[in-house]
């Protein structure tokens, strides 16, 4: 076995160098769920984008049920707040195609929620891309448009389901503040959930199931206390067209 000794001029010629060598591969290891930082060929999901605008884009997620949409499409025609988005499941969608066709012809975006209502991380590759795509063929018959955006059911996803989507020509879209009316708290706690959190570049997750009736209560309170805020509220599109995104993968 050969031994190789430094001399100290040695140590000194090569020391700094070792040193930023070390530093740099510790960096990446921390950073190593964040790779997107050294990597931009790897997809992502957004979660808000960074802009000193005072606008934000209020999401709606929909998976089942009548009772809410219905409302909810109203105060967004009342309050003139039609610049959001919706993310759709497909069984819903094909099952209540007259409310589908009204978001379009209202000018809501309308984007995916997936087909099931599984956690993608737990299947393969190939399961994954039948959810979107049986989704995808509903969204795309009853509007014409192609769908470009999707929240996955949950908001599950890991690197491999970033990939079939991106693959697949979708953004993965999440939220980074959360009103928790899935939770039933009372419209007053909706809304200051949204109210005490919202900041320039926001996502904000509400859904528009039957399960949370109480957002229709909140909903008008929400919209009229961003414009008193002075946020312009704006489609997922429109946010990232705007803004530079800021992603972050799991």
């Known amino acids: 076995?050969?031994?190789?000794?430094?001399?100290?001029?040695?140590?000194?010629?090569?020391?700094?160098?070792?040193?930023?060598?070390?530093?740099?591969?510790?960096?990446?290891?921390i950073e190593r769920n964040y790779i997107s930082v050294f990597s931009t060929s790897n997809p992502?999901?957004?979660?808000?984008v960074n802009t000193e605008q005072k606008m934000v884009a209020l999401t709606f997620d929909i998976s089942w049920g009548r009772?809410?949409?219905?409302?909810i499409l109203n105060i967004l025609e009342q309050k003139n707040a039609k610049a959001v988005t919706f993310f759709l499941s497909g069984p819903w969608a094909r099952d209540n195609a007259d409310l589908v066709r009204r978001m379009d012809q209202m000018g809501i975006e309308i984007?995916?929620?997936?087909?099931?209502?599984v956690n993608y991380s737990k299947y393969d590759d190939e399961y994954i891309k039948e959810q979107m795509l049986l989704a995808h063929q509903t969204l795309l018959e009853l509007t014409g448009k192609e769908p470009t955006l999707i929240r996955t059911p949950n908001g599950d996803f890991n690197k491999r389901t970033l990939k079939v989507a991106a693959d697949m020509g979708y953004s993965?879209?999440?939220?980074?503040t959360d009103?928790?009316?899935?939770?039933?708290?009372?419209?007053?706690?909706?809304?200051?959930?949204?109210?005490?959190?919202?900041?320039?570049?926001?996502?904000?997750?509400?859904?528009?199931?039957d399960s949370a009736l109480q957002t229709i209560d909140a909903l008008p309170r929400i919209i009229d206390g961003l414009r008193e805020k002075g946020?312009?509220?704006?489609?997922?599109?429109?946010l990232i067209e705007n803004a530079t995104a800021k992603k972050k993968i799991e």
């Not at 992502?44 to 808000?48: D, E, V, W």
């Not at 009772?67 to 409302?71: C, V």
């Not at 946020?231 to 429109?238: A, D, E, G, L, N």
């Open 179 to 209: 009103s928790k009316d899935w939770m039933r708290p009372g419209p007053d706690k909706i809304v200051e959930n949204v109210l005490s959190k919202v900041h320039p570049g926001d996502i904000i997750l509400l859904h528009a199931s």
């Open 1 to 29: 076995m050969r031994l190789f000794i430094l001399n100290r001029k040695a140590l000194l010629r090569y020391g700094s160098f070792v040193f930023l060598l070390l530093f740099a591969v510790g960096l990446i290891y």
């Open 111 to 117: 984007a995916s929620h997936g087909w099931k209502h």
């Open 172 to 176: 993965v879209i999440q939220w980074d």
């Open 44 to 48: 992502s999901a957004i979660y808000k």
């Open 231 to 238: 946020y312009k509220i704006v489609t997922v599109t429109q």
């Open 67 to 71: 009772k809410a949409p219905e409302p």
